[in-house]
């Protein structure tokens, strides 16, 4: 085995040349004892001290250079030969004589010997234990950062490296990888914790973890969180004192108390899972869902191995007007500060309190210029809600409540025809009192002085001059009624109800002469230059000054009937459009029977706005929705967030989505379920994620949360967080790690903040804060730790914490 480049740039060397280095060092050997292995790159020497001791360097070191004398320092300075002009002293005593020309013979060449060897590496200081980077090998930063916090946990650190994790090791557990990941591990600890090196390669225990998980094979970019999730279950399952898993099964609560079911839940868990990753970093949470229909109620004890904790997520305000199915109640006006990206459920949730109606109860719309944009369902994302919007939301009436089927109508209101036009189309004068503009009875869009106005306006209005759809108007509206009361009669009062909070409706008198009165026929086709035919407006100062009223006041409008009310109901789609043409979709009065309507409907509510078409009609103008302000006003939310502010948002309770569905035993069907979550049991050491990383459909739609959270360094106190009263009183965590995310979603960099903390002395430690940067390992200040970057953070418990021991009789747990 040779390198034929080696030997050719050495002159005319074969392979049987031989090559002698000598090496001194620093102490004797037993050459007996030592070995050696050639491999393709390196030939690796194994030397067995003759007295044992750590050496600092391979060779001695290099002794001081001896002091030069003065006379062989000058005679250094001098020629190194004499010059052939020098003058030399006569013997003869006749002066100085020109010196003869010398013969100037060069030293014979020496032989050829070995070079000496080159000079030691300078010494350097010697390195402080816990001040070992780890090397990175190609996008590892989330590997070195976890590793390092980790290898802070005082109680984990010892176990591996006072060897005692040897006695664990399952080499039966096929989940495992029969010590291997483990004895990797251990030997990282000792080697960053050993003071002799100032960076280490890593590369074997990623090679371990991605054969055990094959995502961390090669060298992408992945999240720390996860890596530390499946590296600490490598090692329970390599460190699982259970060699066979008994069976265990399930059994529910019942009424049992809740410590009982948590210590059984736990006793279950402990009897397949049984670890130092259980004693050091696993807890117990209480699950509680709640059925919205039957009230059946299941809890659940679960163990955790950290908390995913959410951020609150930036807020905005939104506007809600929301509307009871009595429509006799005025709506209410709410702001409601919600997620910039929330769902719909969450405006419903605030909604259902503000109310007390059930957010299932509650139908959001998000209305725009007059129209239904979009009705906003369960799960559905409320992103798309933007600042020019107009939410709507309606109560429904509870079919279980009231005991039978409901008749929901989503109403959309029209004007049949358009409003008058206040000026003349064509020379734009507006009309005294005492005149009166009359309009085009084809288009309805434009009205004239007089019939030289019309004439001279025809060539402009000819292309414009058709029968245009129904303008809409006010605000769209949902109509609750129970089935056996939706008569064609209780359907207009509630319609007529509704719409008065929106638009201002006048009705125009009818007189018995109002045909001739109103129309003048031209008696010219459109060739002659102008209209076929007009009628005479009616402004809102002819109205008040007839006797006619508000339709809002008429007493006698919810007993019209269907030609003389003042709108007509016809079948459209959510958009306003007609389903079928001409009268067809018109909806009918049936007396005293009920609309034979099927589900959910849209409808439009035609007002009668031409006097030539219908009697009676009336004028239509849009207004400002009338509602009441909130009595109770949300604050505005301050921009900053607190660790226990996403502790809250942890256990508060939450709506499942449809997705998410819960199983009801006593239903027999999938409910969305309340759900809430508690801390029942602490773990000794405690991991805390925030989640700041949101993950949506699209790829361009994942977004991180930059903003700073603000977690004590020491003095934790989680006890308003557990169900279960601790009996040590308090609970404090001192902070001993951190885990750093830099950048953004696309890429970024990890790295950790760590101090080993003193069990018996928790204010002190055994080493301080240090910033780990992959083979980069710093001081720094207490103060400096917390940053709008952390990920991860890693507390321990400050009370020393003697966990439940397991129980070994069936009684004691019955």
Not at 227 to 248: C, I, Q, S, W
Request: hydrophobic share 35%; proline share 9%.
């Amino acid at each position: 085995m040779f390198d034929r480049r080696f030997l050719a740039a050495r002159g005319q060397l074969d392979e049987c040349f031989l090559f002698r280095w000598t090496v001194p060092l620093k102490g004797r050997v037993l050459p007996d004892l030592c070995c050696h292995k050639v491999t393709n790159s390196a030939v690796e020497l194994r030397l067995v001290k003759a007295i044992p001791g750590r050496w600092n360097a391979l060779r001695p070191p290099a002794p001081p250079p001896a002091p030069v004398p003065a006379a062989a320092a000058a005679s250094r300075r001098s020629p190194s030969r004499l010059s052939e002009s020098a003058a030399v002293p006569d013997p003869a005593g006749g002066g100085d004589r020109p010196d003869p020309p010398t013969k100037l013979v060069r030293p014979p060449s020496p032989l050829p010997i070995a070079l000496p060897p080159p000079p030691p590496p300078p010494v350097l200081a010697p390195l402080e234990r816990g001040f070992t980077g780890l090397d990175n090998i190609g996008n590892t930063c989330f590997l070195n950062s976890v590793i390092q916090c980790l290898a802070n946990t005082r109680e984990l650190r010892d176990y591996f490296a006072d060897s005692l994790f040897q006695a664990d090791i399952n080499q039966h557990n096929p989940l495992g990888m029969k010590g291997q990941l483990a004895l990797a591990f251990a030997v990282l600890m000792r080697v960053l914790w050993s003071g002799e090196h100032r960076s280490y390669n890593p590369h074997k225990l990623k090679a371990l973890v991605a054969k055990r998980f094959t995502q961390f094979t090669g060298f992408a970019q992945h999240d720390a969180q996860e890596f530390m999730a499946f590296l600490l279950d490598g090692l329970h399952e390599d460190l699982n004192r259970v060699v066979e898993k008994p069976y265990t099964q399930t059994e529910e609560a019942g009424d049992r108390p809740d410590d009982e079911v948590a210590r059984e839940a736990w006793y279950r868990y402990r009897l397949r899972d049984d670890s130092v990753i259980v004693d050091l970093f696993q807890g117990q949470y209480k699950s509680k869902l709640v059925c919205p229909d039957c009230g059946k109620v299941s809890v659940t004890f679960d163990p955790f191995l950290y908390l995913p904790l959410p951020l609150p997520k930036k807020k905005r305000p939104v506007c809600v007007t929301f509307f009871r199915a009595d429509h006799t109640v005025r709506p209410i006006t709410y702001t409601l500060y919600v997620s910039a990206d929330g769902l719909a459920d969450e405006i419903m949730e605030k909604l259902a309190e503000k109310t007390g109606v059930a957010s299932r109860l509650i139908k959001l719309i998000d209305e725009r210029k007059h129209k239904v944009q979009k009705v906003y369902t369960r799960g559905m994302s409320a992103g798309t809600i933007g600042r020019g919007s107009h939410l709507l939301a309606f109560e429904q009436l509870d079919p279980v409540r009231i005991g039978e089927p409901v008749l929901e109508l989503l109403v959309i209101q029209r004007l049949q025809y358009p409003s008058a036009a206040r000026v003349c189309s064509s020379c734009k004068k507006e009309p005294t009192a005492d005149e009166k503009l009359r309009r085009c009875t084809r288009c309805y869009r434009t009205s004239y002085c007089d019939s030289h106005c019309q004439k001279d306006h025809w060539p402009h209005h000819r292309e414009l001059c058709r029968p245009w759809p129904p303008e809409p108007v006010g605000c769209p509206f949902l109509v609750s009624l129970p089935r056996s009361r939706a008569t064609y009669t209780e359907v207009c009062r509630a319609m007529e109800a509704f719409s008065r909070y929106s638009v201002n409706v006048f009705c125009v008198p009818v007189t018995a002469d109002r045909e001739r009165r109103d129309s003048v026929s031209s008696g010219t086709s459109s060739d002659s230059g102008k209209c076929t035919d007009t009628e005479e407006t009616a402004t809102e100062k002819e109205v008040s000054s007839s006797d006619s009223t508000d339709c809002r006041e008429t007493p006698s409008s919810s007993g019209m009937t269907g030609d003389q009310q003042l709108f007509v109901i016809r079948s459209v789609d959510q958009q306003g459009e007609n389903v079928v043409s001409s009268d067809s979709g018109r909806i009918q009065d049936n007396g005293d029977e009920p609309l034979d309507l099927r589900g959910p409907c849209t409808v439009a509510m035609d007002w009668k706005t031409a006097r030539r078409r219908w009697q009676p009609c009336c004028l239509v103008d849009d207004k400002e929705l009338e509602s009441d302000p909130d009595p109770d006003p949300e604050p505005e939310p301050t921009g900053r967030i607190g660790l226990h502010q996403c502790l809250r948002l942890f256990t508060e309770p939450e709506r499942l989505s449809p997705g998410e569905a819960w199983y009801c035993p006593r239903c027999k069907a999938h409910r969305e379920a309340e759900k809430q979550l508690s801390l029942w049991r602490l773990p000794l050491n405690l991991i805390i994620q925030l989640k700041r990383f949101s993950f949506k459909e699209s790829f361009y739609g994942r977004d991180k949360i930059d903003r700073m959270v603000e977690f004590p360094v020491r003095d934790l106190n989680l006890r308003q967080y557990l169900t279960e009263e601790p009996d040590e009183g308090r609970v404090l965590y001192d902070l001993y790690g951190v885990i750093n995310h830099h950048g953004g979603i696309l890429g970024g960099h990890y790295t950790a903040f760590a101090r080993c903390v003193d069990p018996l002395r928790p204010e002190n430690a055994e080493l301080g804060w240090r910033r780990f940067d992959d083979a980069r390992v710093v001081r720094m200040k207490e103060e400096d730790v917390m940053t709008s970057e952390a990920y991860l953070l890693f507390y321990r418990r400050r009370i020393p914490y003697a966990a439940p021991e397991r129980a070994t009789d069936a009684e004691e747990i019955d």
